[in-house]
């Protein structure tokens, strides 16, 4: 088997008032997240992970990545419908100045530790994808729906029941 550690994720503290407003953002319910080795190979490509809130702190569930080197080349966070409401920019983006480490971020996995990284994020209302580095905002996720319907009947002894359903006036 793979070696494998964790990887979480959380909002770095300070007193930016932008960083305050995402913990205290009601709708705010994961955090998608891209991760690419080194080589650029693709490991987790906007990957839910749900946000755990601890007082005014957020951190996601930790994410089991394998030994390695690997750079997060996306951090955004979303509401329940999966419309970002939070950004983290990227390097030599127009608002990349804003925070103190666009991305990517550089990381390494050791076995069975935990790697914590913080990241500062900014509201992406009034702001193009563009504007943080990103192609778009759009996630594609999709619903699926499961309808199973099981049928038994308790009345076989009825001559009257052969299976069919009755026509639109009620005759069988």
Known sequence: T??????????ELSDQDALK???ADPHVVAA??????????MIFDKEP?????FGDQFVTRSLQVPVGEFMLTEFMLI?????????????????AHLVASPLP????????????????VIRVNGFRPEDFGYAQ???????HFCLKVQFVSECMDDPNLDGSLPGPDGSM
């Open 2 to 11: 793979e070696e494998s550690g964790q990887l979480k994720l959380g909002l």
């Open 21 to 23: 407003a995402a913990t």
């Open 32 to 41: 998608l997240v891209t991760i690419q080795g080194v080589d650029g190979a």
């Open 49 to 53: 992970l749900e946000l755990l809130r």
């Open 79 to 95: 509401d329940s419908m999966g419309h970002v409401l939070w950004a983290t920019p990227m390097e030599g983006s127009p608002l």
């Open 105 to 120: 971020r550089f990381f390494t996995i050791q076995p069975d530790q935990t790697t914590d990284l913080e990241l500062q």
């Open 137 to 143: 905002f759009q996630i594609g996720f999709v619903n």
